[in-house]
Nanobody, 123 residues
């Protein structure tokens, strides 16, 4: 059974940093990509960042470029999201997702999702 477990959320002041982690268990071979999405209250779940597991190519939403960095650790089957220069508008529940098949990584067509972790940025 595949599980994605996120950690690292919390409360931070504007301008601060947080690092989210997402560990995959149950099936790790032939992973195609992992992504981070976020959902603020009353809004759609939006793409934040993604990484192709083979080759490490990364993708970012325009709103986080230059502030967030996605990375992966193959040995630990874990993806990270380093978030710097956080803004109040970054406040949301952050979800990680994993795909074992080819997909457009900015869409929500991933195979499995984590339970989400709350990130709150105070002004």
């Amino acid at each position: 059974q595949v599980q994605l477990v996120e950690s690292g959320g919390g409360l931070v002041q504007a301008g601060g940093s947080l690092r989210l982690s997402c560990a995959v268990s149950g099936r790790t071979f032939s992973l195609y990509a992992m992504g981070w999405f976020r959902q603020a209250p009353g809004k759609e779940r939006d793409f934040v960042a993604a990484i192709r597991w083979s080759g490490g190519r990364t993708y970012y939403a325009d709103s986080v470029k230059g502030r967030f960095t996605i990375s992966g650790d193959n040995a630990k089957n874990t993806v990270y999201l380093q978030m710097n220069s956080l803004k109040p508008e970054d406040t949301a529940v952050y979800y990680c997702a994993a795909a074992w098949r080819t997909l457009v990584v900015t869409t929500k067509e991933y195979d499995y999702w984590g339970q989400g972790t709350q990130v709150t940025v105070s002004s």
